[in-house]
């Protein structure tokens, strides 16, 4: 089955055609323009290039964050826009997984860091090994001094990939023995990878889901809705603290 996966979890836009673990098409694009200007015309060129439809696709893979809120839900659109025009299934796929799966049919310990900001990276662990990716630790958005922990208590050198990989490891490799940075050919997220991460769910027997039942995952609330409820703890303090001064 031919799997039509979409990347727009980061600066970049990706998409690529997949099938029993080969990578048929792919492209991206890095223009500084938003998502939502060149996912669609970088698709329909990648296809004609190779000479594939959309009606070819069996599944709508997408990467379903973490990542940027708007990258992601541009891309969760795109995808159930696709597959309810197709009348076909679609799977998310974590960022994270996807990035790991760089190092398929490699071997050792994957870590992808993408910057989250806020003194916080989104991360989570997995191993590379007989040609597949196993999960070690959940998606998480931890601090840097955590990762410090988690990472140094490894018993294998790690490998950093993924957006935030520099920043991870500029400030962690003095500090964790073995840690490696992913050369920047095997380090940024690629829609085959997304691709390739369904691929290997549905061997294991996750489901696909209808379109309406596609979901992103943010990991934490956004930036306006932090605040938001900042302020209104803030306003809830002042309040008790006026009713214990009367």
């Keep these: 089955m031919k799997i039509l996966a979409l990347d ?22 890095n223009t500084g323009l938003t998502h939502s200007q060149t996912l669609m015309p970088m698709l329909c060129g990648m296809l004609d290039a190779a000479r594939l439809r959309l009606a070819d696709a069996g599944l709508i893979a997408v990467s379903r964050g973490p990542g940027s809120f708007t990258g992601i839900r541009i891309g969760i659109g795109a995808a159930k826009g696709l597959a309810q025009g197709l009348s076909i299934p679609c799977l998310g796929v974590s960022t994270l997984e996807g990035l790991a799966f760089l190092y398929q049919g490699l071997a050792g310990l994957v870590c992808p860091v993408m910057d989250a900001r806020c003194g916080q990276v989104y991360t989570a662990l997995f191993s590379a090994e007989n040609g597949g990716i196993a ?6 958005a931890l601090s ?13 050198p790690v490998t950093l990939v993924g957006d935030g990989a520099c920043l991870a490891f500029r400030a962690l490799r003095d500090r964790v023995p073995g840690l490696l940075l992913a050369p920047p050919q095997l ?37 306006a809705e932090r605040e938001l409820n900042r302020k209104m703890q803030q306003h809830s303090n002042q309040n008790q603290n006026m009713e214990d001064n009367k």
């Design 8 to 29: 727009t979890s980061a600066k970049s836009a990706s998409a690529a055609v997949v099938e029993n673990g080969e990578i048929l098409a792919e492209s991206a694009v």
């Design 135 to 140: 999960r070690l630790r959940e998606d998480e």
């Design 144 to 156: 840097i001094e955590t990762l410090c922990e988690i990472l140094a208590a490894c018993d294998a």
């Design 187 to 223: 380090r940024l997220q690629r829609a085959a990878c997304a691709g390739l991460a369904a691929e290997a769910a549905l061997a294991s027997g996750v489901q696909p889901v209808k379109p309406g039942e596609l979901l992103p995952s943010y990991l934490r609330l956004p930036q």
